[in-house]
């Protein structure tokens, strides 16, 4: 299918209107110069914004619109570390015959095993999450190491591109963006200078995954698309500075001690995309919000 009609305008359109009337968005200076990227195809164009507002470090978007080849959208919202909100995570890409989907509020802390939290923030979404998993149904068996950063209303979805699919992703992208907005306005500051801490932490250990998922070796999707478009030095330079910002100055941690799964005897990275392999062919969560794949370590 020529997927030039399935662009991502109108959803960045409303994401900043709604953010906007919600909260203040500031533009984040620093990023200017990721405003303008131009491709190296002469056919795609990159469109790049990023703010930053009270409670949130930075909500960034990235949308290519590659004419009838592709159509990318990658947009997240980084709250400050004073928060334990989850990050929004807007993932799409659109070829001609497949469109690949990640939409969640990716919790910051453990949510398989850690109850409260996962009460705290999932517990009113469930059917929120219900709803929209019926109509965009789950994309098939996933590497492990993704599904432990994603919550029970994930929408990890596969599906063949039309008009009609791409509608219904954009009433998901709306309600899901509007659930985070609500969850930021009821969501009090911490105090205890050890959650701040440990919140910082969580947030660069999933900066530090998303990043080095894009670097070559791993051979992550993303990345060879964004490196023939860009060049080598300019996909990482959007990578590090402008998709992961933070993952050099919130942390000094390393992917291997987050991920020591990683590990090689001659202490570099393994190159595999998945340690555990592919798995999870359904929905790995019941109706209540609880795992329920035994044997998940
Ligand atoms: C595929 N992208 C994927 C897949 C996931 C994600 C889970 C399926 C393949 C896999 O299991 O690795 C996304 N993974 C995520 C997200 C998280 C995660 C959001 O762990 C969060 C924690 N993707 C991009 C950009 C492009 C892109 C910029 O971000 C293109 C320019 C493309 N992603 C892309 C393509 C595929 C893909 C082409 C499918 C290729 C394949 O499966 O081999």
């Known amino acids: 299918m020529d997927v030039s009609s399935l662009t991502y305008h109108r959803f960045v359109q409303f994401a900043l209107e709604e953010a906007q009337r919600r909260t203040s968005l500031v533009p984040l200076p620093a990023q200017d110069r990721f405003k ?3 491709a190296r195809d002469n056919k795609s ?7 930053h507002a009270p409670k ?13 080849m592709m159509q990318v959208l990658d947009f997240a919202i980084f709250p400050e570390a004073e928060f334990d909100l989850p990050i929004f995570c807007a993932n799409f890409f659109t070829g001609p015959t497949i469109s690949i989907v990640v939409l969640d509020l990716n919790p910051l802390h ?3 095993t850690q109850n409260d939290y996962k009460d705290k923030y999932y517990k009113e979404l469930l059917p929120l999450g219900k709803r929209y998993a019926e109509l965009l149904p789950w994309g098939d068996k996933i ?16 599906f063949t591109p039309s008009q009609s699919m791409h509608e219904i992703l954009y009433s998901a992208f709306m309600d899901y963006f509007k659930a985070w907005l609500d969850l930021m306005e009821k969501s009090a500051e911490e105090k205890d200078p050890l959650q701040i801490i440990l919140n910082r932490e969580a947030q660069h250990r999933y900066l530090t995954w998303r990043a080095e998922k894009h670097i070559p070796e791993k051979q ?11 060049g080598e030095s300019s996909a990482k330079d959007l990578v590090d500075n402008f998709l992961f910002n933070g993952v050099s100055f919130l942390g000094t941690k390393t992917f291997l001690d987050y991920f020591p799964e990683y590990g090689r005897q001659d202490g570099t990275i393994s190159q595999k995309r998945s340690i555990v392999g592919k798995s999870f062919e359904t929905r790995p969560w019941d109706e209540k919000g609880n795992f329920i794949c035994n044997g998940f370590e």
Do not use: Q
């Open 56 to 68: 949130i470090r930075c909500l960034r978007g990235l949308n290519i619109a590659g004419g009838k």
């Open 220 to 230: 992550d999707p993303g990345y060879p698309m964004l490196k023939k478009l860009l």
């Open 45 to 51: 164009e990159l469109h790049a914004l990023s703010f």
């Open 36 to 38: 303008c990227i131009s």
């Open 143 to 158: 590497t492990s190491e993704s599904l432990k950063f994603f919550s029970p209303i994930v929408i990890w979805s596969k």
């Open 110 to 112: 453990d949510v398989i």
